[in-house]
Each structure stands twice: as C-alpha cells, then as structure tokens.
C-alpha cells in the first residue's frame, strides 16, 4: 500500500514533465557518451588501428553492436525477475567502467576483453533507465511522449559530445597539445570511463527520488529476496565474459546467436502470453509488429556506424558551410544527436499540441512517416556523387543535409517507439518488451553490418571515386527500400490501431 501512494505522488506531477525525469535525464546523458563516444571509435580505429579489411571491419561492428543490444533484452529480463531496474543499471554501470577503463590501458591488445565487458554493462543499464522513465506516468498520460522525446534529447546531448571528442581525439584532431601522439585511442577510451563514472554518479546520489520505481520484485511485494539471487546473477554476468569475447571476435558465431536468439525470445513470449487476457495479446502482437518493423529501420539507419564511418574518411572534405573545418568522422558520429538536441524538443510540443486538438498522427503513421524521412536522406546521400571532384571527394554539406532529414524520422520512430513498448506491454512484461525492442535494434545492427559490408570495395585501396560510387549506389538502394516499408505502415496502420484497443 506505501509503495503505491508514493508511486500515485509520483505520477500526479504538474506541469508538463515530472521532475525525476532529470536525473534520469543525466545519468542518460553521460552513459550515452560513453557509449556513443565507443560506437563512433569501433569502424575507425579496426581499419586504421587493428588494419582490418573494410568489409570484415563492418560485420565485425555489426556483431559488436547487436551483441550489445542483444543483452539488453537479457538485461531487461533479469531485471524483471531478480534485480529490479535500480540494482541492474547500477552493475551495468560497473561493467561499462570496467570495459572502458581496459581499453582505456592498452586498446589493441585488449580490444575484444574491453568490448565484452561494454556489451554485458550495456545490456544490463540500458533497457531498465527507459523503462523507469515509463513508470512515471500513468497509463493514459498524453505527456508520455513528450517526456520521452525530453529523455531521447538527453541521449542525444551525451552523443554529440562522446560522438565528437572521442573520435577526434583519437585520430589525433582534437587536444593534440595535451594529448601524446601515441596516447590518443587510450585517452580516448578513458573519456568513456570518466563519463560513464559521472553518470552512475549522479543516478545514486538521485535515486532516492524515484521511490519504488526500479525496486526488485520481491520488494514491491513486500518479500525479502535471498541474496544469493543477486550474487548468481553478477556471477553469470562474469561467467560470460570469455563467451562473449569469442562469439564478438569471429562473426561466424554471431550468426549462429542471432539465429537462435530471435526464435527463442518468441517462443518465450508466447509461452508468458497464456497469462494474459485476448485483449493484452492483441496490444502484444502489436507491439510486435513495431518491433518487425525497428529492425528494418535500424538496419537502414544505423550505417552511420558502419558504412558511413568508413564514407566520410574516405570520401568527405572537411568544410561545413563553408567556414568552419570539422574532422568528417566526429561530424559523421554526431551530426544526427546533434539535431536531435535541437529537434526533439520541438517534436514532444508538437505531438502535445496535436494531441490537445486531436488531430496527431498515430503511433503506426509515424513509424511510416519516419521511414519516408528515412528515404529522403538516402536519396541525398546518393545525391553526394553528383558534388564530388575528379578525386571522389564530397561535399561535407550535403552529406550533413541528410543527417538533419535522417533526424528527422529518427524522431518520428525511436523516442515514440520507447514511449509504445511501456504502453503496449502488461506491467510485469514490462522490462522484457523493452529488452524486445532493444533485441529488434541488435537485429538491426546485425543487418547493417552486412549491408554495409555489401557496399564496399573488394580493396581497401580502391581509389576514392570507386568507393564513391560503390557507397552510393548502396544508398540509392536503401532509399528504395524504406520508401515501400514507409507505405506499407501506413496502409496497414488502420489494422495496427484495432490491435491496439485503446492504446494511442
């Protein structure tokens, strides 16, 4: 009973956003540094650093990134069912310092051990801070999606920032009066353990303000949970880490998970669905339908990891409107948090005002609407080879333009998307949907790293107008692809909404 009148004070806040959406806003902010700071270093430092082929570098990012969001799925479940959100977050956060600060000591030597730690901490911290961000509001809220736009901005805030500095200091553009020449990529991964030390930092010393939410199961219903629990589960955490480093290092082995993974989480929702009312398993198949959907989107949208990383060295001058001279990769890495930050405020109003005059789009309208975004920016990515010079390189500008529309329908998808797993899903299925639609993501990331691999050149040597011309004929395809994805949501939408009931 006490835990629900704290909650019920919680939830019945004034104004437009509750106040603990800030301290979840910037414990956000800062593990999304470091991880984005890791994201935008992997593409760069195999090819330049470890010398790896183009090609293998890319499914060896694929593999990296749907490892990591793969375990989010298995750390949403296991907060779920033992730990609760506050107790997951925070050993995440202990893996990511432990993972950044190996990198941080020697980055090739220890490159894969460092990964696996990020991709375990990553697993366990991510899926359970959205979720709390959920538990804030009541069901029905219209404010839901403004807040979660809000918290998307602070994901983005951190982004921009890991996105851009670690990058340039490692290639050795950025600090370079303080930092050693031979030191950059550890100094670089030291930023990333800094950052993410801040940020569970903050979270602790704010926790307290979150009440039950993010209490273990067993606390919520009044139980005193065996610590053994706990221990087994930091233990099996550990317990992978040579599991890991394997299957991140030969992708081979990643096929063989991501083969396995996807069925299995089905056949395990399936089985908890018979607990569930006809009317809670049609709001699940729905939810199931955005899922499908996230991955195909997020295998477009997420070569800016991959192909991408390895366009904007290769083919990318390095003028942005004409004055300012910015390294291509760091601009590649944080053009889109970037005008996330500037648009994602934007975005939450507009959903509110339409919502006040009840005439904002559904939920499955603006999955379709952000595919179209989507197809644009790849339309004009294709469009760079008509700017290059006899050399292939291109215009910086242009390639930004199709960041800012790429942006554009990352904002009509992602935030919203976050926003629908929290109001699809029954309360104690919570964590795992959310972990579902970071697996959708790891699906994503997997099939960007083939695409990309695809796109490029048999020789990493190749001069730059071949790279050029293979890249964009790749991205005239994608363009293609998410145009059909972007109607067929819409025109199935009506169907969508009726699985939906009364969930907007």
């Known amino acids: ?93 202990i893996l990511m310092i432990t993972g950044s600060l190996i990198l941080a000591i020697d980055p090739k030597a220890f490159f894969f051990l460092g990964i696996s730690f990020t991709v375990i901490g990553t697993g366990f911290f991510k899926p359970n801070i959205s979720t709390m961000v959920g538990a804030l509001y009541k069901p029905g809220d219209v404010r839901r999606d403004a807040g979660f736009s809000l918290f998307y901005s602070g994901i983005n805030l951190g982004a921009v920032l890991g996105g851009y500095i670690c990058v340039a200091v490692g290639k050795g553009t950025m600090l370079t009066s303080l930092v050693p020449a031979d030191k950059t990529w550890n100094v670089a991964f030291g930023f990333a353990a800094l950052v993410m030390t801040i940020s569970l930092i903050t979270f602790l010393f704010t926790k307290k303000n979150l009440g039950p939410i993010g209490e273990s199961p067993f606390a919520l219903k009044g139980l005193q949970a065996k610590p053994w629990y ?163 390189i291109t215009s910086l ?27 699809l899903a029954p309360a104690k299925l919570q964590g795992m949907m959310m972990g579902m639609w970071f697996l959708a993501t790891a699906y994503g990331q997997y099939v960007a790293g083939i695409l990309g691999a695809g796109m490029s050149t048999a020789d990493n040597d190749a001069p730059a107008m071949d790279k050029l011309m293979a890249f964009t004929a790749g991205y005239q395809q994608l363009a293609i692809y998410a145009l059909i994805a972007g109607v067929v949501l819409i025109v199935i939408s009506p169907i969508v909404r009726k699985l939906m009931g009364e969930v907007k």
């Open 1 to 93: 009973m006490e835990n629900n009148v704290e909650l019920d004070r919680i939830q019945n806040f004034s104004g437009k956003y509750p106040k603990q959406i800030w301290s979840l806003f910037f414990s956000e902010m800062w593990e999304r540094f470091c991880f984005y700071g890791m994201r935008g270093m992997l593409t760069f430092f195999m090819v330049h650093e470890l010398l790896f082929d183009e090609k293998a570098a890319q499914l060896q990012y694929g593999a990296t990134q749907a490892f990591v969001y793969a375990f989010t799925f298995i750390g949403g479940l296991f907060a779920d069912k033992i730990l609760g959100f506050k107790k997951s977050l925070f050993w995440g956060g």
């Open 230 to 392: 706990d221990y087994a589960v930091y233990a099996g955490a550990l317990a992978c880490i040579p599991i890991i480093m394997t299957m991140v290092s030969k992708t081979q082995y990643t096929d063989w998970f991501m083969y396995t993974i996807g069925p299995a989480v089905l056949l395990y929702l399936l089985f908890e669905m018979r607990r569930y009312s006809a009317g809670e398993n049609k709001k699940l198949i729905a939810a199931l339908v955005f899922i499908l959907f996230s991955i195909l989107f997020w295998a477009f949208f997420e070569q800016s990891g991959g192909s991408l990383s390895i366009f904007a060295a290769s083919n990318l001058d390095n003028k942005l409107l004409g004055f300012m001279t910015l390294d291509p990769n760091s601009v590649n890495n944080s053009a889109n948090a970037f005008f996330v930050i500037i648009l994602a405020w934007l975005a939450g109003l507009i959903w509110i005002a339409l919502a006040k005059k009840k005439i904002e789009p559904n939920t499955v309208v603006k999955f379709g609407l952000a595919f179209i975004f989507l197809s644009i920016a790849f339309y004009i990515l294709y469009a760079t080879r008509f700017y290059a010079n006899d050399l292939g």
């Open 397 to 423: 500008n242009v390639f930004t333009l199709a960041y800012l529309v790429m942006t554009l329908g990352e904002l009509c998808l992602s935030p919203i998307g976050l926003s629908i797993m929290t109001k």
